[in-house]
């Protein structure tokens, strides 16, 4: 059975900074992508950065310059450093992964984690 789980969520005043990290385990072949989605109260959940297995990553406009996304493939692990964290920043972060296993190519969530960052 593949899961993924999170860490890093909390509360931190605007301008602070925190690290999301994500965890898949199981019998895994290999992760074709991964990501770090949010979903704020009342609204609907968005991608917040993607990293791919060549390593190529993308970024929503509102955290580009502020979020970096990075993975370690030894560890199928991904992170998202979050620095000059903004009130509108507050969500509960989910983890995505699009992997494969023996149970075949299938996407995952991890089961979310809340940031909130304080004015």
């Known amino acids: 059975q593949v899961q993924l789980v999170e860490s890093g969520g909390g509360l931190v005043q605007a301008g602070g900074s925190l690290r999301l990290s994500c965890a898949a385990s199981?019998?895994?072949?290999?992760?074709?992508?991964m990501g770090w989605y949010r979903q704020a109260p009342g609204k609907q959940r968005e991608l917040v950065a993607g990293i791919i297995s060549g390593g190529s990553t993308n970024y929503a406009d509102p955290v580009k310059g502020r979020f970096t996304i990075s993975r370690d493939n030894g560890k199928h692990t991904v992170y998202l450093q979050m620095n000059s964290l903004k009130p509108e920043d507050t969500a509960v972060y989910y983890c995505n992964a699009d992997l494969s296993s023996i149970l075949g190519r299938r996407i995952y969530w991890g089961q979310g984690t809340q940031v909130t960052v304080s004015p």
């Open positions: 199981g019998v895994i072949f290999s992760i074709n992508a």
